[in-house]
């Protein structure tokens, strides 16, 4: 277990070390940075100004130093449009995806577990041919599409629910309504594959001889097993819910990474995109080692 | 008693039997027409339709659909400067299909290939390049596309290159898993016996078992893909006008959605049907070419033809 | 005429599948009483297994449909109760065990808790089951039940495996154990012991067994009756000893006519030159030794079997020879040159030389290429064997040397049975026109009529273009009536050879002769010759 972790976490060093080489280099050689940092109509003595402060006359490599320290103790500067530590800014609103997020994936793995094990039972009858082809629309749908024309019908037309912002619980039903369509769609389909690979396989041939009833063959026999594929397709769709609630956070006006990000980028608040970026990629290779411990909660031939 | 000769029939012309299997699986049969409709408008559209597409006109804008009067073009309504949606939405197939279409081929060589090398060799490439797959999946892939793409200018390329990247570990990781399966099975000891090479036992032994798995994740991903461009698009840091891809043109409706809904309507249902169409057609595959499994496609398809 | 346990009247089973309804049984009747054991025995696709399946409810409705029949279980009618009432009865009035236990125990389950929820399910409290849990793995022989419990499947052996199924069958002291190839799966001194337990367990509760099998050795050693069937229905019942005595059917006369082990031993050979000198050949896997010390020599034209138990390290050998897995000591003269120590030029011309045909043939045969690709890959590889213009005749030729037909050329693998996939293999490996083949077990994956076919192939091209072979094999019989030599191996080692005779009437080496007991002779008479001598042998003890 210590070797695995080990080996994970020297995975997502690297990975983050050449996260931090490409934004740096990125965003020194593709231009000049106080093109970046300050507005475009900065006067050439504050661009001047502000290369003396941030030392941005010192050779490459010395520069890139200091950024890595400064990194190092968790400073990524500050945000330029609010005046406060980017980190800061950056936790606030991953408290917000965070919880958008685990709200979705806990209703959508429900869900989709459920349905999907019940349409493997049946394979080819009226519960499966709805939930497969509900599950296949739901898996192409566009989820910024699905949003706009959510708030078409439900907050304009209708007037049942609010069209952006937060306050209320009913805040909350369109996003996470929009989000549940896709991954819903995309893990009752691995569900119901692997379910029935599950429920033809011999050990449930051994459960049905032994007189154990439908419902336990379904969700203490074959489930568990079943469960193996399905993990991992949760793993990745929680991971693109947190970095990729970009497109529905920014429609409802959800004060989520993914909104701050995207709001960061137009108003060249380049610290806390930078932060944000690092948070998210933490907050994934947390996410990928619970991944790998339920793996071997669920299955006790996988040791690490 | 058992070892006589099982009735089977010869196999038929290639291309017919393929038709045949299509044909006995309906809803991928119509994904497959479909998507050919847009392949063919992807491919033509906008040599024939381009002039009409951009032409602005006052009279049409936001014009509404299901209305003749102003001409077949419009039957889907005109956008806010009056031109026709329908010319546009076969103008973008090109864009939209091109980048996903790019994407998915870049990435589905550049990652087969390293997970050939990965699951075959036994040396040190074998332990590096799976860590290559852990630390591209470890990064936030849509913002990381989002930073890049603001940092380097939104052109197709740097999108598809963006998009490329992201999927690599997706095929990588399926063909290392597969080749270090396939590559134990005992056929391919048979070639080794006989002395074949290494080069003979990857491609004539090992590949072809693994490209059914790989032509299906493709189509599957191509969806991927295409969803994920349209959602750059969307946010403004994807295709830039006067470019256009279904995407775009979702995101160009979206001030307009109270009024004249059918501006982003329409390019958003050519996403879901595409996207839809290439699910379809990737769960057919799995079966159509796994030999095991595909004569349910085979007989099916004498039944009802 | 209720008085039986269980009476199967005029059962027909039919499976809709795309290539139109299978009939897998029709109108097939057999009882069975308490305390006896009645086998059912028949080949691949005989529908041996179907009316167990009907009568645990396992047949699935669609594809599969009882078309006719009563099951009678005390009288009452299986097919006339409601589901609920036939779960009650599965694994409490009638338990089942199969082949393969590692399958058919849930992988991610202690063993502890599967035995035990046979118990709950039924009723019986949850700690009275854990008590009994305990209780019953000691019974079937399982160490350390304590700790045991709290295993999963995985970390058992193959025959501690099939302990616990028989263990958790047996929870609820049924009155039938249905047993589907127990012992299929197992090396045969471990089958010796699980058909031992099952006796005694049987005349401990009293119940009714019944077995289902292919093997004549097995109805030898333990039924009282046998049902024979072949393609669906029964071709005949009788006591297991009339029925080998004095076989009515043909198809019956026909399956013990070939079962192995009863012809005439080769004679000895007179010694000659050796064509192949392996001597002090080890291969160790880190820590772990697969094989130390082997010395042998295999003669030209001769058969050279090697027998042992899984773990021997045979197939490591085979492998090491073909240079598949390189050796870690050893060497290997063939034709005065050093196999483990050729360049790749010289190991790639040898290749030609020695050839393999592997246990499965589904697995050795490429699903994506066709016969004619597969044979010819061969001249693909070594073109100077022949020129591209005479592939397809002599792909033609080949097929008709194993058997088969040259328009089979253009099908695929999975089109062909079992046997004529092997025959395949044999084909494939003769087109590189080599002097030494090795079989990995190559029949055993086959049907006893079948294998009997494969052995004779194989003995016709021994004769025909005086090959050699080196044949490994856990079946004895086999190897007795194919082998010139034969080396028994044991945990990595070499423990004896010698010529045929030699080994089975006068083995020196006391594995040898446990290997030679635990063989089960297909002649009720033999084994219960053989089960009186054993008892004899205990009873004084």
């Not at chain 1, 130093?65 to 936790?91: E, M, N």
């Not at chain 1, 529905?248 to 060249?268: A, C, H, N, T, Y």
């Not at chain 3, 199967?8 to 809709?16: A, I, K, P, Q």
């Amino acid at each position: 277990m210590r070797k695995f972790l080990t080996r994970r976490a020297v995975a997502s060093a690297v990975s983050l070390l050449v996260l931090i080489v490409m934004v740096f280099f990125l965003s020194r050689l593709t231009g000049d940075p106080t093109q970046l940092y300050l507005p475009v109509d900065a006067s050439l003595e504050a661009r001047e100004n502000f290369r003396n402060l941030h030392g941005l006359n010192d050779p490459l490599i010395v520069q890139f130093g200091r950024y890595v320290g400064d990194l190092l103790t968790l400073d990524f500067g500050d945000s330029i449009r609010k005046s406060r530590p980017a980190l800061d800014v950056v936790i606030e609103a991953f408290k917000w995806t965070l919880t958008l997020a685990l709200i979705t994936m806990v209703l959508v793995s429900f869900a989709a577990i459920v349905f999907g094990a019940l349409a493997a039972f049946n394979v080819g009858g009226v519960f499966d041919r709805i939930a497969t082809f509900f599950s296949l629309i739901g898996a192409s749908a566009p989820d910024f599409w699905i949003a706009i024309v959510a708030i078409v019908l439900f907050s304009v037309n209708l007037g049942w629910l609010p069209t952006s912002g937060t306050g209320t619980l009913w805040h909350w039903i369109l996003p996470i309504a929009v989000l549940f369509i896709r991954p819903f769609g995309l893990i009752l389909q691995v569900v119901r594959g692997s379910m029935i690979t599950a429920l033809s396989s011999p050990y449930v041939k051994t459960a049905r001889a032994k007189g154990v009833r439908p419902r336990p063959v379904i969700f203490v026999h074959a489930l568990r097993n079943g469960m193996l594929p399905v993990i991992t397709v949760i793993g990745d769709q929680a991971a693109g819910m947190l970095n990729g609630a970009v497109v529905v956070e920014s429609i409802f006006g959800f004060p989520g990474v993914g909104k701050l990000m995207i709001d960061s980028i137009l108003q060249r608040d380049f610290a806390v995109v930078l932060a944000a970026i690092m948070v998210t990629a933490f907050a994934i290779f947390l996410m990928n080692i619970l991944i790998d411990i339920a793996y071997a909660v669920l299955d006790p031939r996988i040791r690490y | 008693m058992a070892d006589i000769a099982p009735v089977t029939p010869a196999e038929k012309g290639r291309l017919r039997s393929v038709l045949a299997m299509l044909w006995a699986d309906k809803p991928a049969f119509v994904a497959a027409i479909f998507l050919c409709v847009v392949l063919v408008c992807a491919l033509i559209g906008p040599a024939l339709l381009d002039a009409v597409a951009t032409k602005q006109n006052l009279r049409g804008r936001n014009a509404p659909p299901f209305d003749l009067s102003k001409g077949w073009l419009l039957i889907l309504g005109g956008d806010a400067l009056g031109r026709p949606l329908l010319a546009r939405i076969i103008v973008a197939a090109q864009n939209t299909i091109a980048i996903a279409a790019g994407a998915v081929v870049a990435s589905m060589i550049v990652g087969s290939a390293l997970g050939l090398v990965a699951g075959y060799s036994r040396g040190r490439w074998a332990q590096i390049i799976p860590r290559l797959a852990d630390v591209i999946m470890s990064f936030p892939s849509l913002l990381l596309a989002v930073i890049v793409l603001y940092m380097l200018e939104p052109s197709a390329a740097n999108i598809i290159l963006v998009l490329a990247i992201t999927r690599i570990p997706v095929y990588l990781r399926t063909t290392r898993a597969e080749v270090l399966e396939v590559r134990e099975r005992m056929f391919v000891q048979a070639a080794r016996v006989m002395g074949a090479s290494d080069a003979r036992i990857v491609f004539r032994h090992i590949l072809p078992v693994v490209l059914p798995t790989l032509l299906t994740i493709a189509t599957l991903d191509f969806a991927f893909v295409m969803l994920a461009e349209s959602s750059l698009s969307f946010l403004g840091i994807g295709i830039q006008a006067p470019e256009v891809t279904w995407g775009l043109m979702v995101a160009q409706g979206r001030p307009y959605l109270t009024s004249a809904w059918w501006l982003s309507f329409w390019p958003g249902l050519a996403i879901i049907l595409t996207t839809l169409s290439l699910n379809l057609l990737s769960n057919w595959l799995r079966v159509a070419l796994d030999p095991q499994q595909r004569w349910r496609l085979e007989m099916g398809g004498r039944k009802n033809g | 005429m209720a008085d039986h346990l269980l009476e199967v009247r005029n059962l027909s089973v039919t499976f809709h599948t795309v290539r139109g309804p299978v009939h897998a049984v029709r109108n097939v009747s057999w009882h069975l009483d308490r305390g006896e054991v009645l086998a059912i025995l028949g080949e691949s696709g005989s529908g041996k297994s179907v009316s167990a399946s009907a009568i645990m409810d396992l047949i699935d409705c669609p594809p599969g449909q009882i078309t006719s029949g009563e099951l009678l279980f005390e009288g009452r009618d299986l097919l006339k109760m409601g589901r609920e009432e036939r779960r009650d009865i599965n694994g409490k009035r009638i338990a089942m065990i199969f082949q393969d236990p590692l399958s058919h125990l849930n992988p991610v389950y202690t063993v502890g808790w599967q035995i035990e929820e046979t118990m709950v399910i039924h009723g019986t409290p949850r700690a009275r089951a854990r008590a009994e849990t305990l209780a019953l793995l000691a019974k079937v022989g399982i160490p350390n039940p304590g700790q045991s419990a709290h295993k999963y499947p995985h970390q058992f052996s193959g025959g501690q495996r099939q302990r616990l199924m028989i263990a958790m069958a047996l929870a609820l002291r049924p009155d039938i154990l249905i047993a589907d190839e127990p012992t299929t799966a197992l090396d045969v001194t471990v089958q010796a012991q699980i058909l031992d337990l099952l006796e005694k367990l049987q005349a401990e509760t009293g119940m009714g067994l019944l077995l289902i099998t292919h093997d004549l050795g097995v109805v030898a050693e333990v039924a009282d009756r046998v049902v024979v069937m072949n393609g669906g229905e029964i071709v005949e019942q009788g006591s297991a000893a009339q029925v080998y005595a004095n076989p009515q059917h043909p198809y019956t006369a026909r399956l013990i006519a070939a079962a192995p082990g009863k012809g005439e031993m080769p004679p000895d050979r007179a010694p000659a030159p050796p064509l192949l000198a392996v001597s002090g050949l080890c291969k160790r896997y880190g820590e772990f030794t697969a094989l130390e010390g082997a010395d042998f020599a295999l003669a030209e034209g001769e058969t050279l079997a090697i027998v042992g138990e899984s773990g021997s390290g045979k197939s490591t050998l085979a492998k090491c020879l073909l240079r598949l897995d390189e050796p870690t000591g050893g060497q290997a003269l063939y034709k005065g040159a050093d196999l483990f120590r050729l360049s790749p030029k010289d190991l790639f011309r040898m290749r030609r030389d020695i050839q393999m045909v592997f246990q499965d043939p589904t697995q050795s045969l490429n699903p994506r290429m066709s016969v004619y690709d597969l044979i010819s890959e061969a001249w693909v590889i070594h073109p100077e064997i022949l020129p591209r213009a005479q592939w397809k005749a002599r792909a033609a030729g080949l097929l008709a040397q194993v058997g088969l037909l040259p328009e089979h050329m253009h099908r695929y693998a999975h089109q062909f049975s079992g046997g004529q996939r092997q025959r395949i293999a044999i084909a494939r490996a003769l087109a590189l026109e080599p002097r030494v083949i090795i079989c990995d077990e190559a029949v055993s994956a086959l049907d006893v009529s079948i294998q009997a076919q494969v052995i004779e192939l194989l003995a016709d091209l021994r004769r025909r273009f005086g090959l050699s072979y080196i044949f490994i094999a856990h079946d004895l019989p086999v190897v007795r009536d194919f082998a010139d030599r034969v080396i028994v191996m044991q945990g990595g080692r070499i423990v004896e050879q010698g010529s045929v005779r030699q080994i089975f009437d006068a083995p020196r080496e006391t594995y040898t002769k446990n290997l030679l007991a635990a063989s089960l002779d297909p002649d009720p008479a033999v084994q219960a010759a053989r089960r009186e001598a054993r008892h004899a042998a205990k009873v004084p003890a």
